[in-house]
């Protein structure tokens, strides 16, 4: 395992334990809807990199959409899959595949890809390359593309 991967795996493993703390006294249905907003404002700022890409290139709205990206990925949004989030709970839907609880060597390989892929996001928009700021975009939805397909429902 290379230097950087071990760094961010084991902040990672710091974060969702200093997160678990305040996850824990969060109510399942509540950790569902913290972890969707998250993930909500995740993809709005994805929307504005793409419409960056897509349209006149600013900088300075990607690299705050970065950071706010790289934000929410280092923030320990692991901790928000207590017991019991697995399932909706009344009114509050979770998309989430069972195997997201079963499977950790997995869960563990896309959260570090998403959250290398998420830093480097940020710190290529920091420099401002368009060229290469569209090629780790397109890692950093190749990412978030990954977790999809194996523990999200359709």
């Not at 305040?22 to 700022?45: C, H, V």
């Not at 280092?74 to 979770?94: E, H, R, W």
């Not at 710190?123 to 060229?131: N, R």
């Amino acid at each position: 395992m290379n230097t950087r991967l071990r760094a961010a795996a084991l902040g990672t493993l710091a974060i969702a334990f200093v997160g678990t703390a305040t996850a824990a006294d969060l109510k399942p249905e509540e950790q569902i809807q913290t972890r969707q907003a998250g993930y909500s404002f995740m993809s709005w700022n994805m929307g504005k990199i793409k419409a960056n890409l897509d349209g006149d290139y600013s900088q300075p709205q990607v690299e705050a959409a970065a950071n706010a990206i790289a934000g929410i990925a280092n923030s320990g949004m692991g901790a928000l899959y207590g017991p019991g989030t697995d399932k909706d709970i009344g009114d509050v839907k979770t998309r989430v595949k069972p195997e997201l609880f079963t499977d950790q060597e997995g869960v563990g390989e896309v959260a570090v890809a998403f959250i290398e892929a998420a830093n480097n996001m940020a710190e290529t928009a920091a420099l401002g390359d368009e060229a290469e700021v569209k090629a780790a975009f397109g890692k950093l939805g190749e990412s978030c593309k990954a977790c999809h397909k194996k523990y999200r429902k359709d």
